[in-house]
């Protein structure tokens, strides 16, 4: 992880600060530079000073909390080690954050990520930003970040999720929407700082009936906490999942700020 800060007191040109303190630089543009000297890409520098806005796939938002609207794009690296071949920039006023998208370095099926949207969790200042990150034959799956005093951070589950992603869900913090007559997941917000994370299966062979599960997990800092006494288990006719809002505006929909351009 890693953030650009303004100029602070103990920055000087091309000179680092004593101890063990991240470097300090002072660029042409007279923004200061912080690094992170743990930070699990070393490309990451290289890749984010070179980074340019783009002219599609940017989005805004108020993402670091100061009632002012923040620039976030993607910066690729095709060429850098798996997990780092992609970063999340926000650039917010004279700072700019960066991290890996999909750090985990785990195979995807989408050739590269993209933005997705800006969301507010819980209406909490500072938003969180929504990343596509694997798509399979019917579903899409998407991570969510967070600017925190330490830096960009991802959204990560705590507890079971439902239906057939329910053990890769905690294992890879991905999200899964979308689906088939086999199965259909979905994520939401229901109440500030309330998820509903639910998945409609069949009851037999026949698809006549579905089973809905809906699980509910509630925003803890940057870790979504299984709330188990709230979860719910449905039973409708065919697909008729209309009386859930999250299979209607899923991912996020009732969340989203501002989508993609």
């Known amino acids: 992880m890693r953030k650009l800060w303004p100029a602070l007191a103990c920055a000087l040109v091309l000179t680092a600060c004593t101890g063990e303190d991240p470097v300090l630089i002072d ?27 783009p002219e599609e796939g940017v989005l805004t938002g108020d993402v670091d909390g100061d009632e002012k609207d923040d620039t976030v794009y993607l910066a690729p690296d095709s060429d850098g080690d798996a997990g780092c071949r992609s970063f999340l920039i926000v650039v917010a006023g004279d700072t700019t954050y960066s991290a890996p998208v999909d750090p985990s370095g785990s195979p995807r099926s989408l050739p590269e990520p993209s933005l997705h949207s800006v969301i507010d969790f819980d209406f909490d200042p500072g938003s969180e930003v929504v990343v596509n990150l694997e798509a399979g034959a019917s579903t899409q799956f998407v991570g969510v970040f967070k600017l925190t005093d330490d830096g960009i951070e991802r959204i990560t589950i705590e507890g079971r999720g439902p239906g057939p992603f329910a ?17 259909v997941e979905a994520v939401d917000c229901i109440n500030p700082g309330l998820i509903v994370m639910s998945a409609a299966t069949p009851m037999g062979s026949s698809a006549d009936r579905y089973e809905v599960e809906r699980r509910f997990f ?44």
């Open 27 to 53: 660029n042409d543009g007279g923004q200061s530079q912080r690094f992170d000297p743990n930070a699990a890409c070393e490309n990451e520098e290289t890749v984010v000073d070179n980074a340019s806005e």
């Open 218 to 261: 509630r925003l803890e800092g940057t870790v979504l906490v299984l709330q188990p006494g709230s979860n719910e288990v449905h039973q409708v006719d065919a697909l008729e999942l209309d009386p859930f809002p999250e299979f209607r505006s899923s991912p996020f929909g009732l969340c989203i700020l501002n989508p993609t351009l």
């Open 167 to 183: 053990q890769e869900l905690g294992q890879d913090s991905l999200f899964p929407f979308g689906g088939s007559v086999g199965h």
